[in-house]
């Protein structure tokens, strides 16, 4: 049993990776992934790992914790040695993905080095191949590492670094058992190196059992909670957090966005609500599969998808940094978990927002995180009905009159209006249609005055225009918000029109569930260069909109995004897909399943 000797404040230097003594063949690599200078886990962590110590790193992800363990092991291979000579474990297989992408990025240069990423869910059969060419560093969850290592297709003999990265999220998955195991039968000579966002007692009693005289990296608190991160938190009533998050997303044009909640259960209600709404968003949680993920998280890398909706365990490990901003639909239970939220926006050197939703039984979550991150989060005023209005009109001119200079094309369209105007409109009766059928605004069904809640009685009532922190914004950043202007209740459950990219006119930007109640909100026609289908399944067989847009993108071979309104009723569902390609939706899908159940498919009467 070894104590930690040494703890070292990862804070920023003044070194460059030169100094740090690395190899050119790195430093070309580093130039070319446009890492400048080292962040200051690397900058503490490389030379401390170069020396041979055993090293427990006190970083999440975001920090730059990969490269920070990724140089010194490419620094330590001898590519001759056709021998595993470094074995990196990851909770998960994403992070397991992006360590060996990483590691292969910095490695560009080092010739005949050999990476595999070792994971389940993969082809072992492959895996086995691959070993067998030979690699010099293996990436791997603990699950399947130990299945290599029982199969004998795995040998551990020349290792002579081993790192366990987000060591506390490993143990959390229940891995403890394998780590041990792999842990014990690794050579006693090899260097350990441990990181961790948390140094829990479980952590502790690892690094005590397995690092000889570890020096610990910390990078401190006041760090991860980035200053380029604006924290704003509103109060809102729980069944109003939909709502006030979408007006936020609007508000602000979060174009890649990040949403936190508590549970699986509430990943999936709220992607649906979402979804309904439609916004381009998915969930990640521990309880899809391999391939499942992948696509998520490609799409949304892509950004073919805009929100990714995740709990915290699911989100560590998932790589996706230069988001416009996070938001906590639940206050995390963990005070740590909020910093590694917030820590997913305002990435170098760029600013990000952290929104807050807190329900009134959820402030006291929120003291406690403010009195640990030593941040005092302002209060912000949610945006009115008419202030979305406001942002999505001057959005849409703007995007208007870029369409009107850029169209070369749009001659063809030009005697719309006067075909219009025959019709007894006049030209602004005729834009003002055109606008809010193409902005997507409706009539929603929550008032302003009925999305926040209130202080109890005897207690400080929550400000009405006057909030304190509110006027501040506003004097500084000329915001228009103001609490609690009213306008009518819509009196439907029509929840269309909000896409997160409204402005220019995609078609999925109105997707909604009919169901009946909306019947005589639904355009009786599809819009133009789209054709209406009807499909034979409905709400009664649980079919949801992404499960239509997966099928028909998929089987049919068009892309998701081109797909548009979707009215889900009890028992079918029309569903528009633009004209050109509704033959082959026709072709591809009759007779086909959605969800497992056989659909049939018709061009809508
Ligand atoms: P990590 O904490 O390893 O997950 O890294 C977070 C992100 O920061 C990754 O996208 C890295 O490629 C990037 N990164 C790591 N080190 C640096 C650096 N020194 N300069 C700029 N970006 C970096």
Redesign the pocket.
């Known amino acids: 049993m070894t104590e930690i000797t040494e703890v070292i404040d990862a804070v920023e230097t003044f070194e460059t ?1 030169e100094d740090l003594g690395i190899s050119e063949t790195i430093l070309k690599a ?1 130039t070319e ?7 200051p ?2 900058a503490q962590g490389i030379p401390a790992v170069m020396k041979g110590a055993d090293v427990i790193g006190q ?10 363990f990724g140089i010194p092991v490419l620094e330590r291979i001898d590519v001759t040695n056709n021998a595993v000579q470094a074995l990196v474990l990851c909770p998960t297989r994403e992070l397991a993905v ?2 060996s992408e ?1 590691i292969g990025r910095l490695a560009k240069y080092q010739k005949g080095l050999r990476i595999e990423a070792i994971y389940g869910g993969d082809s072992i059969d492959r895996q086995i191949r691959s070993l067998k060419r030979g690699v010099h560093i293996v990436v791997g969850t603990p699950g399947r590492v130990m299945d290599h290592m029982e199969r004998r297709t795995l040998k551990f003999d020349q290792v002579r670094m081993m790192v366990l990265d987000e060591a506390d999220e490993m143990l959390d998955m229940g891995f403890r058992e394998d780590i041990e195991s792999i842990l014990a039968d690794m050579p006693e000579d090899r260097q350990t190196i441990l990181f961790s966002a948390t140094m829990s007692k479980p952590i502790m009693s690892i690094t005590k059992r397995f690092l000889n005289d570890p020096i610990l990296i910390k990078v401190v608190r006041n760090e991860l909670t980035n200053v380029n991160i604006e924290q704003v938190c509103f109060e809102v009533k729980p069944q109003a957090k939909v709502e006030v998050m979408t007006r936020l997303i609007d508000m602000y044009h979060l174009k890649s966005l990040l949403v936190f909640c508590n549970t699986k259960r509430k990943v999936d209600e709220i992607v649906e609500d979402l979804q309904l709404r439609g916004y381009a968003s998915e969930g990640i949680h521990g309880d899809l599969r391999q391939q499942q993920r992948s696509n998520v998280m490609s799409k949304f890398k892509a950004g073919v998808t805009t929100i990714l909706v995740a709990t915290d365990v699911a989100a560590r490990g998932i ?1 996706v ?1 230069g988001l416009d901003g996070v938001i906590n639909y639940d206050i995390p239970l963990d005070e740590e978990y909020y910093v590694h939220r917030i820590g997913r926006t305002g ?2 050197g760029m600013s990000g927002k952290a929104f807050s939703l807190v329900a009134r039984d959820e402030k006291f979550r929120l003291k406690t995180i403010e009195n640990y991150t030593k941040v005092k989060i302002e209060k912000g005023v949610i945006p009115s009905f008419e202030d979305i209005v406001g942002v999505r009109k001057a959005r849409f001119v703007e995007s208007i009159a870029a369409s009107v200079k850029e169209s070369s094309d749009a001659d063809l369209y030009l005697d719309v209006l006067e075909m219009l105007h025959h019709s007894g409109f006049s030209t602004e009766q005729i834009v003002g249609a055109m606008a809010k059928q193409i902005m997507g605004v409706q009539k929603n069904e929550y008032s302003d005055s009925n999305l926040a809640w209130e202080e109890r009685r005897g207690g400080e009532r929550p400000e009405r225009g006057g909030d304190r922190r509110g006027g501040e914004r506003e004097s500084r950043g000329g915001s228009r918000f103001e609490r609690g202007s009213r306008f009518e209740r819509g009196g439907s459950d029509d929840r269309r029109g909000a896409s997160s990219d409204r402005f220019a006119p995609r078609a999925d930007s109105r997707r909604s569930e009919g169901g009946g109640r909306d019947e005589s909100k639904r355009s009786a026609t599809p819009e133009a260069g789209m054709t209406r289908l009807f499909l034979s399944l409905g709400r009664k067989d649980h079919i949801l909109p992404k499960d239509i847009v997966g099928a028909i993108a998929g089987e049919a071979n068009i892309p998701g995004k081109t797909i548009g309104a979707i009215d889900i009723y009890d028992k079918f569902t029309f569903v528009d897909v633009p004209e050109r390609d509704a033959r082959a939706v026709l072709r591809a899908m009759d007779g086909n399943t959605i969800k497992g159940k056989p659909v049939q498919i018709d061009i809508a009467k």
């Open positions: 990776f580093l992934m446009g890492f400048t200078k080292p962040s886990i690397q970083a999440q992800t975001g920090t730059g914790k990969t490269a920070a992006q360590v990483e790589d940094s990435r170098a």
